[in-house]
Structures are given as structure tokens and as C-alpha cells.
């Protein structure tokens, strides 16, 4: 069966303490990976996709990479405004539909 | 450009109550869905349409129909609403591998 699975489920940070969120998946043939940031009372919105084995993707503090098994969302330095819930999903075979992970919450601390 | 705008933004219904979910993008995508999200279940689909004209099912389409009124427009409707359907419904315009997500509606049922 498809399956995402992320840990932590949550996760408190001092400011600048670096780390990573990690999403491990169980798919048949992984058509991409999806990283999305959720804040309190919004919708998801769209971080970086990656398609293949060893490719990355930065944006600001955020950097994530992927594996044939894993994908993790490291943070750099991170700050109060990252607090938030980091969403992996990703797409298998010729289904469009997305397998959701119920997500890591991050607190960033002052 | 507003995104994808859904409404109401909250809405306590009582148990048999009927009500449809509004949801708009202005982005020019052709597909669009409806998912709800509850605690420790994450994001599931419960309807999508890949184009004007068309719709199918996701995941949990149970006590849900849509209509895709056009290219912009894609409403969700409880007919007979029950304490299960208790969740914050996300609707979602596609851009390829993108997902735009609206805002949300909070929806109790008692």
C-alpha cells in the first residue's frame, strides 16, 4: 500500500538551531515529491517539488533533498516566522491524486 | 489576482441541514479539487475535476456531490449534513504539479 509517513510529528527549535524534518515513502514508482508549509487557520502553500533520487531544491532557509526512500526538509538557521506545519505528499504511477503525510509541526523559539 | 477565494469562511450547521461550499480561482487552471482536513488524518481528496465539464471521485466522496459551474468555479454540497462531516474543507486549483490552496471553511455540524 502507498504510503507517506513524516517525523517528528513535532518538533520545537531555538532560533538559529539548525534541523531536519524527514518523509519516508512507500510508493510504486514515485512521479514526485511535494513539500508544502501550512500556517495556523490557512491553506498549504506550495514549497518545492522534486522528481528524482539526489536532486535539491533551496529556497531561503529551506532546503530539501530526496532519496529512493526519503526526502528530508532541512532548515537553516531557522527563525519565529518558520514556525509551522511542514506537509509532504507525494504522486505515484499514472494516478494524479496526491498521498498526504499528516505532517511535522514546527516551533521556532525567540 | 485573488488565488483561489472559498465561502463561507465558517459555518455551524445542525445535523440534516443542507449547504454548498464555494469555491473560485482566477487563475486560468483547468483542474481544481475539494479535500477536508481532520486531526490525525491529514489532507484527504474528496472530489476533483480535471476539467470544466468533468468530475470524479477522490477518497471520500460519501454524503458530498460537486458541480464544476466553469472554469473558475467548483462548489462542494452537503445534502444532508452529519456530525462526521465536522472538518475545515480545502479547495485547490492545479497548475501541473502545483497546488494552490484557498483559505479554507470551518464547518461544524451538530
Known amino acids: 500500500e502507498d504510503q507517506v509517513t513524516q517525523s517528528p510529528e513535532a518538533l520545537r527549535l531555538q532560533e538559529g538551531e539548525s534541523s531536519s524534518l524527514n518523509c519516508s515513502y512507500t510508493v510504486s514508482g514515485l512521479r514526485g515529491l511535494f513539500w508544502y508549509r501550512q500556517d495556523p487557520g490557512k491553506g498549504p502553500e506550495f514549497l518545492f517539488t522534486?522528481?528524482?533520487?539526489?536532486e535539491e531544491k533551496e529556497k531561503e532557509r529551506l532546503k530539501a533533498t530526496l532519496t529512493k526512500k526519503e526526502s528530508f526538509l532541512h532548515i537553516t538557521a531557522p527563525k519565529p516566522e518558520d514556525s509551522a506545519t511542514y506537509l509532504c505528499a507525494v504522486r505515484a504511477g499514472n494516478n494524479r491524486k496526491l498521498i498526504w503525510g499528516l505532517g511535522t509541526s514546527l516551533a521556532v523559539n525567540p | 489576482n485573488a488565488g483561489v477565494t472559498q465561502t463561507p469562511k465558517f459555518q455551524v450547521l445542525k445535523t440534516g441541514q443542507s449547504m454548498t461550499l464555494q469555491c473560485a480561482q482566477d487563475m486560468n487552471h483547468n483542474s481544481m479539487y475539494w479535500y477536508r482536513q481532520d486531526p490525525g488524518m491529514g489532507l484527504r481528496l474528496i472530489y476533483y475535476s480535471a476539467s470544466e465539464g468533468t468530475t470524479d471521485k477522490g477518497e471520500v466522496p460519501n454524503g458530498y456531490n460537486v458541480s464544476r459551474l466553469n472554469k473558475r468555479e467548483f462548489s462542494l454540497r452537503l445534502e444532508s449534513a452529519a456530525p462526521s462531516q465536522t472538518s475545515v474543507y480545502f479547495c485547490?486549483?492545479?497548475?501541473?504539479?502545483?497546488?494552490?490552496f484557498g483559505p479554507g471553511t470551518r464547518l461544524t455540524v451538530l
Open positions: 522534486l522528481y528524482s533520487a539526489g
Open positions: 485547490a486549483s492545479i497548475d501541473l504539479d502545483t497546488q494552490y
